[in-house]
């Protein structure tokens, strides 16, 4: 007889690989010997002794004495399975005790814990430009009622895909009804050749824009609620950028003073745009 789907199923119901070769063996004969089973299931010798013990304690077969020898017999096996399952359930209801036990003791630890701020949970780092890319049209998604800005480079729109669905985001914010305003560096319209020409189209749909000669750090502002800004590199790569992204209201508050204060200082983008067209188009000759 095959004995191998058989020794599958009692491992199934609890046994041991070694001890269903074994109760399988004595089912198949009246009293054995532990030589008799360790050559009949193949286990080494040192292990048979092991595997019989727990066998007895656990009540699936019975050992008896035969003169100097011990003999060992299986239990009926209905019973020997009910001894298993029974034990199977006894140890099941201990583990649901411990388990109210522990919930008991380490529940309240939990719900205090929750008191306690975390930095990570509100602070995130973004150094990949795909990454920055995503985080700032999902944060301008989200935005109600004003965004703020320090706009200078390295940018994260450094193609035109990228350029697209940023302007794009900020658009649907302004139809929305929403309010953003940008202060610019004056040098980036040195550098950047497309950023007269953005600027200007997003002047036009309400971009509420200003100059000034000097930005501190490039950073944006939502709602006052949630600030994102630039990590200066410790080795200087061109086009390299690495954005901090803080919900912080506080923060944000702190920085939205600081946005209005050189707000106050800027020129208006109309005034300066004559010459700002200037600056592009000598870029671009």
């Avoid at 109760?23 to 010997?33: A, D, E, K, N, V």
């Avoid at 950023?195 to 971009?207: D, I």
């Avoid at 939502?222 to 390299?240: H, W």
């Amino acid at each position: 007889m095959d004995n191998s789907e058989y020794i599958r199923t009692f491992i199934d119901i609890g046994l041991t690989e070694r001890e269903a070769k074994v109760y399988i063996t004595l089912l198949s004969g009246r009293m054995f010997t532990t030589t008799d089973l360790q050559k009949a299931v193949n286990i080494p010798r040192t292990k048979i002794y092991e595997v019989l013990h727990k066998m007895v304690s656990r009540g699936i077969c019975v050992e008896k004495n035969l003169g100097k020898n011990k003999i060992y017999e299986a239990v009926e096996p209905k019973l020997a399975m009910e001894r298993i399952y029974a034990k199977y359930q006894s140890d099941l209801n201990r583990k649901k005790e411990l388990i109210e036990q522990v919930s008991n003791v380490f529940t309240p630890i939990f719900e205090n814990s929750k008191s306690i701020v975390n930095p990570l949970d509100f602070i995130e780092v973004l150094k990949e430009k795909p990454q920055i890319h995503k985080r700032y049209k999902d944060s301008v998604r989200k935005t109600k009622r004003e965004m703020l800005t320090f706009n200078k480079g390295p940018y994260a729109s450094d193609n035109a895909e990228r350029l697209s669905e940023q302007e794009d985001e900020e658009f649907k914010l302004l139809k929305r009804g929403g309010i953003t305003k940008d202060i610019y560096e004056l040098n980036e319209f040195k550098e950047v050749n497309w950023l007269f020409e953005s600027v200007n189209k997003s002047v036009r749909f309400g971009q509420q824009a200003r100059i000034v000669d000097k930005l501190p750090i490039k950073m944006l502002i939502f709602d006052q609620e949630k600030v994102m800004f630039a990590l200066e590199q410790p080795i200087q790569i061109s086009g390299e950028l690495t954005m901090i992204y803080i919900e912080h209201k506080q923060l944000a508050e702190a920085c939205s003073m600081l946005f209005y204060y050189l707000w106050d200082q800027g020129k208006e983008f109309s005034e300066v745009e004559k010459s700002l067209k200037n600056y592009s188009e000598a870029i671009l000759a």
